[in-house]
C-alpha cells in the first residue's frame, strides 16, 4: 500500500497563498490518481482536486477552479496543491489519497486556516 504524508498547511490571511505537498512512498501504475480532499471543522470530506499520475491531466472541484492548482514532480513522488486566493470558507484539514474518488486510508493532514 503507498503511504502518503502531506505537509505545508498553516495560517493564512484571505488573498493569501500557500502550497501543500503530498509525498508519496511512490507512483503506481495500478493506482495512478492523488485525490486532495478536505474536511472544514464539523463538516464532511470533500473532493478538492485529482491528478492522474501517468497523464498529468487535472480536476477540479468548481469551488477552487482558477485558484488551486495541483501539480507533481515523478523525481521526488511528490504531488503538489498549490492554492492562491485563498477564503476562508478554505479553511480546513487537507488530505491527499490515492484513489479515484478520495475513498480510502488517509495520512495525518495537513491544517489550512484562513482568516484575518
Known amino acids: 500500500q503507498v503511504q502518503l504524508v502531506e505537509s505545508g498547511g498553516g495560517w ?35 473532493w478538492v482536486s485529482r491528478i ?4 498529468e491531466t487535472e480536476s477540479y472541484t468548481d469551488e477552487v477552479k482558477g485558484r488551486f ?9 511528490t504531488v503538489y496543491l498549490q492554492m492562491n486566493n485563498l477564503i476562508p470558507d478554505d479553511t480546513a484539514m487537507y488530505y491527499c489519497v490515492n484513489s ?14 484562513v482568516s484575518s
Request: aromatic share 6%.
Open 12 to 46: 493564512v490571511q484571505p488573498g493569501g497563498s500557500l502550497r501543500l505537498s503530498c509525498t508519496a512512498s511512490e507512483f503506481t501504475r495500478s493506482r495512478p490518481f492523488i485525490v486532495w480532499v478536505r474536511q472544514a471543522p464539523g463538516k464532511g470530506l470533500k
Open 52 to 55: 492522474d499520475t501517468r497523464t
Open 69 to 77: 492548482r495541483t501539480s507533481l514532480d515523478h523525481a521526488k513522488a
Open 100 to 113: 479515484w474518488d478520495g475513498s480510502g486510508s488517509r495520512g495525518q493532514g495537513t491544517q489550512v486556516t
